[in-house]
């Protein structure tokens, strides 16, 4: 649930970016051979409760097409999806 308290979002990876981003101490994401990178900002969907998903039979496509055990940003730190 990990993706459900942040967004993540990709632009260009020019010097002036990054460095726009690192400014605000907002996390980047470095994508080696890509001509962009991942910026993370921190936001708790107003959906999440203690339990999970407090819509999850009714949330939105992005929310059911995302694989969060994949995405670069958080692949190491999505809860769905594991191995048990």
């Known amino acids: 649930m990990e993706c459900c308290k942040e967004l993540v ?12 981003y690192k400014a605000r101490k907002l996390p ?3 994508l080696p051979g890509k001509s962009f ?7 708790v969907c107003d959906k999440l409760t203690t339990k ?7 949330r939105p496509l992005a929310c059911k097409a995302f694989n969060g055990s994949t995405h670069p940003a958080t692949k190491d730190i999505c809860l769905w999806n594991k191995e048990k």
């Open 9 to 20: 979002f990709m632009v260009q990876a020019s010097a002036e970016t990054v460095e726009f």
């Open 28 to 30: 980047i994401t470095m």
């Open 37 to 43: 990178v991942l910026i993370t900002v921190p936001h």
């Open 52 to 58: 999970g998903c407090g819509i999850y039979a009714n």
